[in-house]
């Protein structure tokens, strides 16, 4: 009742104020203007009626109305940004089951007004004589709407549908100095619209994703208009050596029934020198435009000396601009009209480089600028409401690259312009493509589809799914941060389909590889095979897994081919988050009723909705949780190891003879909401095992340790790292004796793995339940024999039970592999206590303020001295930034963290306090340190 009482009082309080009254300031104002759409007012059709021809004129009272202060939202997005709804009440336990799904089930409808510079013709003038020129853009509705202006229809619910399907409309003969615009969207069903779905990642939202998600625009044009600008780049076999052409192309609109004549003119430069004043390529040219045509605008220039965009871990990311520009001119001298305005401009950002991809043993392998390029990567969630901003994608980035990830891959969320401009700063490469298991997969020979019979494609539909190729090629086309677009996901697409996309593509001057799905299920003949595997596992498996390939069509997700979505099914937040968004009934589920349905795991029906089969290894590997702690610290461990095997295993399997692995997608990267499994990071930016496991995984130069066969593997994922070094192994036992210590010289060379050495027969001679390995891999220093003249480039400790697990592949599922027996961890729980000293030191950056700035900047650095002062190993200690409340301190980089010591043994940690979203917030006064046999205690800083 008490949660109800509250909606009801926000709904009321939504609905106090007005922004209907007319605004006096023009939204855009000259030719080439475009401008969003800044807010809406936002109501139900029940409250509002049919009369949209009323609605959408000026003047309207909507004082009754929700008024939105963003330019794009669900209507859930909305009704949270209104404080309808409070999002941490939302996600807390099961609240979200409880919100009112029939409110949703009616049209609901965007009305803002704004103004235009519109005078009256003079006369003896017409209105056509006019030549401004005005277009209402869309660039994401979900899924289907009318849209009015001034009382008049622009389109119906037939016209502007699908979800990434936005389109230009000519308002021209409809707008006056004062303008009223009303969208009125329809009910979402994923299984019978082009929507954004979210198939078994979490609860559904009520509204079902439908709205005004993606901005709406307003754009003043002359009498010609162009299309978004396309950038096409040649480079030569020499890259930056050789010249590299890149050629600007839009698509002109001549608005006029006579024939134009305009000078285009394309302007490319360094993106940061532009403020510089340095030397800028132009080239000109008239081109003339018959009448009500639609005209290719192409020019053409040569950069004598390219500067080469890389991913992030191989290179820079230099940036070019580019805008083409159209102005009237004379017929007879080829120049412009004197005093004659522009007629439209269209710009754009882009970087030079290659994208291409080869098939071998039905495994695709990327390769960026001539060079085979490993897919490390994890697969992106939005908000649960499609919530987003620049701000939160900089965090999340931040943290991308923290990881060591060099791709994300987007299945069916393919985001906001935003996000793949900070990705082209930032080198980090992108799949997008379309979703599973919905609309955009209704073959019939899917047989996987929730809904029977299959709404299979209409013509209505292959012309909706072409238009939103269109739209998302014209979007994505100039950025260097595409790698690849998948036109299916689980199933891939007709050959009709196939078509429809592979045209629009074309029509865009697509650059970068269009793969046909994400599976093996099948192809269209047009583009063969995908070369990515889609057989799991989506849940626990045991380390050992990932590293056990032979015979490799029977081992499914293991470490071969290119994995487009798998993982351990992990992700457990550390207590903190927890009791963000679980009740003390939740929170007991977790480890006193192991196999229970929990609502945030994954949607209710799933076979993922418990953690059974989770559980199952944490009770048999490490014994029964004797408290939520004890089980939280377990999951920790669970988590950590089997996100570091898996990146380990892709890793180190990168030059296998026999099928390497080209690529990983980790399922997932982060969540739509707070959840209990499937990130590396949870919902309130807290990393805990699983992210701090894959970062250990994924450094540029590493030392690995096969589960499997018990091998010792160097990696080197850098393209310029080469030389001598070296690597010390140390194994001990609980007890912290010394069974086996070796040191050993090795070379490596760039974007290369090897194996260097196998411990099989020295752990098989070593009598003790579990073992601990630690691999330091060295630089070596040529004038000194001195270990500590050499620089620590990585770390690893492992621990090994001398029980493997079992695997049982011949009873595979799609999602996991069943384990006969378990490796044994229990003798750990009786670890001997370790003394752990702890000292911290912080400094705040003064030009990066908490709470301060957008950007996700360092805004304070913590370091943090432990040393063991035991005999024996500290296993596996946790280390937490705390405010004076003991809330955590978030977002934040750690160098590492879980960290197990040696006896003796002292290391360093530095953690990066992050500004920007949800950052900020307190300043760290204390680390809370705790150990698997280390107690825990908060130490001062």
């Known amino acids: ?4 009482q509250a909606v009801t009082a926000a709904l009321f309080a939504s609905q106090l104020h007005s922004t209907s009254a007319s605004p006096a300031r023009p939204i855009v104002s000259s030719p080439g203007d475009t401008s969003t759409i800044p807010r809406w007012d936002l109501q139900s059709n029940p409250h509002t009626g049919d009369d949209l021809t009323t609605i959408s004129q000026p003047g309207v009272d909507t004082s009754s109305w929700h008024h939105v202060g963003v330019s794009r939202c669900t209507l859930m997005g909305c009704l949270v940004e209104t404080g309808v709804y409070k999002e941490d009440k939302l996600f807390h336990s099961t609240n979200l089951a409880d919100v009112d799904e029939a409110q949703f089930a009616v049209p609901w409808i965007y009305r803002h007004e704004f103004a235009l510079h519109h005078p009256t013709p003079k006369e003896g003038e017409h209105a056509e004589d006019d030549d401004r ?10 899924s289907r709407a009318d849209i009015w202006l001034n009382g008049k229809q622009v389109a119906d619910k037939t016209t502007q549908a699908g979800s990434y399907a936005g389109r230009d409309y000519d308002i021209t003969a409809l707008v006056a100095e004062h303008n009223a615009l009303a969208i009125q969207v329809y009910p979402t069903n994923y299984y019978y619209d082009f929507a954004l779905g979210w198939v078994d990642w979490n609860p559904w939202p009520a509204d079902n994703g439908t709205g005004v998600w993606r901005d709406v625009e307003i754009k003043q044009t002359g009498p010609v208009r162009l299309e978004p600008l396309r950038v096409v780049t040649e480079l030569g076999e020499k890259l930056g050596d050789e010249p590299a052409k890149v050629t600007l192309k839009a698509r002109a609109h001549n608005l006029k029934n006579e024939t134009v004549h305009v000078e285009a003119e394309a302007v490319i430069g360094l993106d940061r020198e532009e403020h510089l004043g340095k030397r800028r390529l132009v080239v000109r040219k008239t081109v003339t435009l018959k009448p009500l045509s639609v005209t290719d605008v192409v020019l053409s220039a040569t950069i004598d000396k390219p500067r080469i965009w890389w991913p992030r871990q191989w290179g820079e990311q230099p940036l070019y601009t580019a805008k083409l520009t159209v102005t009237p001119s004379s017929a007879k001298s080829g120049t412009k009209t004197k005093h004659a305005p522009i007629s439209d401009h269209a710009s754009a950002t882009f970087g030079l480089r290659t994208v291409t991809k080869t098939l071998a043993h039905d495994d695709t392998t990327f390769h960026i600028n001539h060079r085979r390029f490993q897919v490390i990567g994890a697969g992106y969630s939005p908000n649960l409401f499609l919530r987003s901003s620049p701000a939160q994608y900089e965090t999340e980035l931040a943290y991308v690259l923290d990881l060591g990830l060099n791709t994300i891959r987007l299945e069916g969320k393919n985001e906001h312009p935003e996000l793949y401009a900070l990705a082209d700063k930032l080198g980090l490469m992108i799949m997008a493509g379309w979703e599973c298991c919905d609309k955009w997969e209704a073959w019939s020979y899917n047989t996987d589809l929730a809904v029977d019979p299959v709404p299979v494609w209409d013509k209505a539909d292959y012309a909706i799914s072409r238009q939103s190729t269109v739209h998302e090629a014209g979007m994505m086309q100039t950025h260097p941060s595409l790698l690849a677009y998948l036109i299916g996901s689980d ?15 074309h029509a865009a001057d697509w650059q970068v590889p269009i793969v046909a799905s994400a599976s093996k299920r099948g192809y269209p003949k047009s583009l063969g095979p995908s070369g990515l595997k889609m057989d799991g596992p989506y849940d626990w498996v045991p380390p050992g897994y990932w590293w056990d390939v032979t015979p490799s069509e029977d081992r499914l997700g293991a470490a071969f081919g290119f994995g487009s979505e798998l993982g351990s099914g992990v992700g457990t937040p550390e207590l903190g988050s927890l009791r963000k968004f679980l009740s003390e009934s939740d929170l007991d589920d977790l480890w006193k009723h192991p196999n229970k349905s929990l609502y945030h795991m994954s949607r209710k029906g799933s076979s993922f909705e418990t953690r059974e089969i989770y559980n199952a290894g944490l009770f048999h590997r490490w014994g029964k949780p004797t408290n939520l702690s004890d089980y939280l610290f377990k999951a920790q461990i669970t988590d950590y190891e089997a996100t570091r095997s898996q990146f380990d295993a892709v890793t180190a399997r990168w030059n296998a003879d026999d099928r390497p692995a080209t690529g990983l997608i980790y399922w997932m990267l982060n969540n739509a909401w707070p959840s209990l499994h ?19 995984a994924t450094r540029l130069e590493n030392v690995v340790f096969d589960y499997h066969k018990k091998g010792v593997w160097l990696i080197n994922r850098s393209q310029d790292k080469s030389g001598n070094r070296t690597v010390q192994i140390e194994i001990i036992n609980k007890h912290g004796k010394v069974l086996h210590h070796d040191t050993i010289p090795v070379t490596t060379q760039p974007n290369t793995s090897k194996q260097i050495l196998s411990l099989s027969k020295i752990l098989s001679r070593v009598n003790t339940d579990v073992v601990f390995i630690k691999f330091l891999l060295l630089t070596q220093n040529p004038h000194s024999h001195d270990d500590d003249k050499h620089t620590v480039l990585s770390r690893n400790v492992y621990w090994d039970a001398h029980t493997p697990d079992t695997l049982d592949w011949d009873n595979s599922d799609w999602y996991f592999t069943p384990v006969t027996s378990y490796s044994d961890y229990t003798p750990l729980n009786t670890l001997a ?4 000293h702890t000292h911290a030191t912080t400094t705040v950056n003064h030009h990066h303020h908490h709470g301060g700035s957008s950007s996700a900047g360092v805004v304070e650095v913590v370091h943090v001295e432990l040393e063991n002062k035991s005999p024996v190993p500290a296993f596996f200690v946790s280390l937490t930034l705390v405010d004076g409340k003991g809330g955590d301190v978030l977002p934040v980089r750690w160098s590492e963290n879980y960290v197990t010591l040696w006896p003796g043994e002292r290391v360093i940690v530095k953690a990066e306090v992050l500004g920007g979203w949800r950052g900020g917030v307190g300043r760290v006064e204390g680390v809370v340190v705790r150990g698997k046999n280390v107690a825990e205690r908060v130490v001062g800083v």
Do not use: E
């Not at 020129?133 to 979900?142: D, P, V």
């Open 833 to 836: 206590p370790a003394t752990v």
């Open 1 to 4: 009742m008490a949660w109800k």
């Open 133 to 142: 020129h005005f277009f209402l853009q869309t660039h994401g509705i979900s």
């Open 678 to 696: 499937w990130n590396l990071w949870d919902y309130y930016l807290r990393p805990a095992g699983g992210y701090f496991g894959a970062k250990t």
């Open 491 to 505: 199933y891939w697409p007709n050959d009709k389909a196939t078509k429809g996309y592979i045209d629009a593509f």
